[in-house]
């Protein structure tokens, strides 16, 4: 092989690896369609989290102050809305610069859900955003299941379906296809009905479950609201940096030819 049928085939398999992991995997993912510039959408999500997940998901490598800098709220607003929880040790409401941490016993929480609720500081990145979202969406009722619910994205799921009285509870119509599987290893879509409506509506609870991915994918990984501005400079710098180094090429070969 020369150098540029090494490089073809690198970049094959740079692009053909992940796509094949990608269609090997083993449910239907829907698209999250997060937006990271959307501060509406990540206070909202920032709120839910803080209302129907803290108590059992910490983020243990998250601070209330940075968050509050981050999603464009004042320190009094995360202070007054999103901080319930009391430091033990004090006796005080929990400070703006402490991690954000619940008061949840791991040994009972084991024994109540089979396995005790995981931090999810890092899980935007460990399952991805399209996961978190179908995950989120794909709660269905099974009364073989210790809260009366599986999951199609999760089978046999420790935790309980939190958000039931938004979204309501649905049925799954069709199991998802294992066998007649495509070639390329998707799996069709679960059909899921409503047999007990929530107080939302199916779109409102779908905005519902998009906030959280989008606050679960911003707090794996905080430095992403940032990091594509600098994109932008490193791009004008190059391209500056390449009018020189062009000028001076010339430059050092204008007597060799
Ligand atoms: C009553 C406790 C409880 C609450 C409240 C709760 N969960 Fe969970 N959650 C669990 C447990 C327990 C597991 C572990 C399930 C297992 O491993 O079987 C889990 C697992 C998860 C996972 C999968 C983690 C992984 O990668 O394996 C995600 C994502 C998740 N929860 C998101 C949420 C979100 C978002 C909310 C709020 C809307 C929430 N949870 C509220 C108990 C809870």
């Known amino acids: 092989?020369?150098?540029?049928?090494?490089?073809?085939?690198?970049?094959?398999?740079?692009?053909?690896?992940?796509?094949?992991?990608?269609?090997?995997?083993?449910?239907?993912l829907q698209s999250a369609n997060?937006?990271?510039?959307?501060?509406?959408?990540l206070q909202r999500g920032a709120k839910y989290y803080i209302n129907y997940c803290m108590a059992c998901h910490s983020l243990k490598f998250s601070r209330y102050n940075r968050m509050a800098e981050d999603l464009g709220l004042t320190e009094d607003e995360v202070k007054e809305n999103l901080i319930f929880t009391r430091d033990p040790k004090k006796d005080k409401p929990t400070k703006i610069g402490s991690l954000m941490e619940n008061a949840l016993d791991h040994e009972s929480a084991a024994k109540w859900f089979g396995t005790p609720p995981p931090d999810l500081s890092l899980v935007g990145r460990s399952r991805g955003a399209d996961w978190i979202y179908t995950y989120l969406n794909s709660f269905?009722?099974?009364?073989?299941?210790?809260?009366?619910?599986?999951?199609?994205?999760?089978?046999?799921?420790?935790m309980p379906?939190?958000?039931?009285?938004?979204?309501?509870l649905q049925k799954l119509e069709e199991e998802p296809a294992t066998e007649g599987e495509s070639k390329e290893g998707h799996h069709a879509a679960p059909k899921f009905v409503m047999e007990r409506t929530g107080v939302m509506t199916e779109d409102d609870y779908r905005e519902v479950t998009r906030d959280l991915t989008n606050f679960l994918t911003y707090v794996s990984e905080p430095a992403q609201l940032h990091r594509k501005t600098y994109g932008v400079f490193v791009m004008i710098f190059l391209a500056i940096f390449f009018v020189f180094a062009y000028l001076l090429k010339k430059e050092y070969w204008k007597d060799v030819h």
Do not use: C, E, W
Request: no cysteine; aromatic share 10%; charged share 15%.
């Open 1 to 28: 092989m020369n150098i540029k049928q090494t490089i073809i085939a690198f970049a094959f398999a740079a692009v053909a690896l992940p796509l094949s992991a990608f269609a090997g995997g083993s449910a239907h």
């Open 34 to 41: 997060i937006d990271l510039h959307d501060k509406d959408s």
């Open 140 to 158: 269905y009722k099974d009364d073989s299941r210790p809260f009366g619910v599986n999951n199609t994205v999760f089978p046999n799921v420790g």
């Open 161 to 168: 379906h939190v958000l039931m009285g938004l979204q309501g």
